[in-house]
């Protein structure tokens, strides 16, 4: 706690990523914090196609490993905690840890966004279960089993052609009459002969057999109410469920202390909260558009402002 940085950078994902890049390019003493893995969601991307110059069947994990080891050669420090309170408003910033607090005269916040839960009953007693939020991570476990899909956006299309991969059938369930996800994927769905499509439709309940495993499921047509049961195959013994029903922003940290809206963050076009000193990158702030592009980009910017910031200090 002796040490204050010149900027802590709160999440390794694309937009903490770049953020560290230029903050450490900027010869800033630079600290980035991430409980977890590096990419946050975009690590879990088996495919990603719409990043510019990315190589075609590359992964956001391999993106991903690029832009850390471009970090690193920025020469930034790395610590591995779960930040645990926040104090943003003193000209010097803290950040505390389970067991040690971090202080910095400016904070660049990309702590990103955590998967919305689909919102049936019984939902928390089947994570891991045969509900899942992470098609690579888990497809492999569904391999020549029925998998649905909860969403009909981008990422649920994208997640649903991915584990055609693996299951031998993925019916996407969305509430609209038609899919929101881009008309490329939707085209792509619509010539796939694995996946199959319930409008109209969410998932109401879930259950199993002892609750060991997913095996049931209540699914309510959204225009009729009408609940249909539906049951796994006897010689399969369970199905599995992913959700890809958008993001809710990791922002419980600073309620109170920075405007929000929608439990986004509110920056302006140079991702300054209301804060001075603080800042906002990638899809915990308010935002039209949240793909790797624009998270990669508002991380820059960030770090650009942030030094612009401790130039005014001195």
């Known amino acids: 706690m002796d040490t204050i940085y010149d900027v802590i950078i709160l999440g390794a994902g694309p937009a903490g990523l770049s953020a560290a890049i230029y903050a450490g390019r900027g010869r800033l003493n630079t600290l980035l914090l991430e409980q977890g893995q590096d990419g946050g969601q975009i690590a879990l991307t088996a495919h990603l196609d719409n990043y510019p110059g990315q190589l075609e069947g590359d992964s956001g994990s391999s993106l991903i490993a690029r832009m850390s080891a471009q970090a690193d050669r920025a020469g930034v420090q790395r610590i591995r905690d779960t930040i645990r309170t926040a104090e943003l408003d003193d000209p010097v910033k803290k950040l505390a840890g389970r067991t040690e607090a971090y202080l910095a005269k400016t904070v660049i916040l990309a702590s990103g966004a955590s998967p919305r839960p689909i919102g049936c009953k019984n939902e928390d007693a089947y994570v891991g279960r045969g509900i899942s939020f992470?098609?690579?991570?888990?497809?492999?476990?569904?391999?020549?089993?029925?998998?649905?899909?909860?969403?009909?956006?981008?990422?649920?299309?994208?997640?649903?052609?991915?584990?055609?991969?693996?299951?031998?059938?993925?019916?996407?369930?969305?509430?609209?009459?038609?899919?929101?996800?881009?008309?490329?994927?939707?085209e792509q769905a619509a010539q796939n002969p694995k996946l199959r499509f319930l409008p109209h439709s969410v998932v109401e309940e879930v259950g199993g057999e002892g609750h060991?495993?997913?095996?049931?499921?209540?699914?309510?047509?959204?225009?009729?109410?009408?609940?249909?049961?539906?049951?796994?195959?006897?010689?399969?013994?369970?199905?599995?469920?992913?959700?890809?029903?958008?993001?809710?922003?990791?922002?419980?940290?600073?309620?109170?202390?920075?405007?929000t809206e929608g439990g986004y963050l509110l920056t302006d076009a140079d991702m300054h909260t209301n804060l001075p000193g603080v800042f906002a990158a990638g899809d915990i702030r308010k935002k039209s558009l949240r793909q790797v592009v624009t998270a990669a980009a508002d991380g820059a910017i960030a770090a650009v402002q942030a030094e612009r910031y401790l130039r005014q200090l001195k």
């Open 134 to 186: 992470c098609a690579t991570c888990d497809a492999a476990f569904f391999r020549n089993l029925e998998v649905f899909v909860a969403g009909g956006g981008n990422a649920a299309v994208e997640e649903a052609l991915y584990l055609t991969g693996f299951a031998r059938s993925v019916t996407l369930i969305y509430p609209t009459e038609r899919l929101t996800a881009p008309k490329i994927l939707q």
């Open 212 to 259: 060991d495993v997913l095996d049931r499921m209540v699914i309510r047509n959204v225009q009729t109410g009408q609940l249909t049961e539906l049951r796994a195959d006897s010689r399969d013994g369970m199905f599995g469920l992913f959700g890809f029903l958008g993001f809710q922003p990791s922002t419980r940290l600073f309620e109170g202390q920075l405007d």
